[in-house]
């Protein structure tokens, strides 16, 4: 049984920082690309940043270059999202994800629980 369990949101001031952790199971995480999403009110869930199952490619929305970093562990099976300079309008549910890298826009797999992030202006 596949389990994705998101952890490290919270409410941070604005240009703040934040490391969120996706702890995967029943999955054979070294061979599977990563990706972290969000889901803002009233918007469709977007993808955020994605990394190869190895950790050398890795990509990223526009609107979080420069202030995201994504990276895994997989020893630990997790996956993580620092987050520098954070804004408002990063404020979202935010989600990982396992797939094959060509589906990261549109992963297959079931979704957790999710953590919430709210920056505060």
């Known amino acids: 049984q596949v389990q994705l369990v998101e952890s490290g949101g919270g409410l941070v001031q604005a240009g703040g920082s934040l490391r969120l952790s996706c702890a995967a199971s029943?999955?054979?995480?070294?061979?599977?690309?990563m990706g972290w999403y969000r889901q803002a009110p009233g918007k469709q869930r977007e993808l955020v940043a994605a990394?190869?199952?190895?950790?050398?490619?890795?990509t990223y929305a526009d609107s979080v270059k420069g202030r995201f970093t994504i990276s895994r562990d997989n020893a630990k099976n997790t996956v993580y999202l620092q987050m520098n300079s954070l804004k408002p309008e990063d404020t979202a549910v935010y989600y990982c994800?396992?797939?094959?890298?060509?589906?990261?826009?549109?992963?297959?797999?079931?979704w957790g629980q999710g953590t919430q992030v709210t920056v505060s202006s």
């Open positions: 994800n396992a797939d094959q890298w060509h589906q990261m826009g549109r992963p297959r797999g079931d």
């Open positions: 029943g999955i054979t995480f070294s061979i599977l690309a």
């Open positions: 990394i190869s199952f190895g950790g050398s490619t890795t």
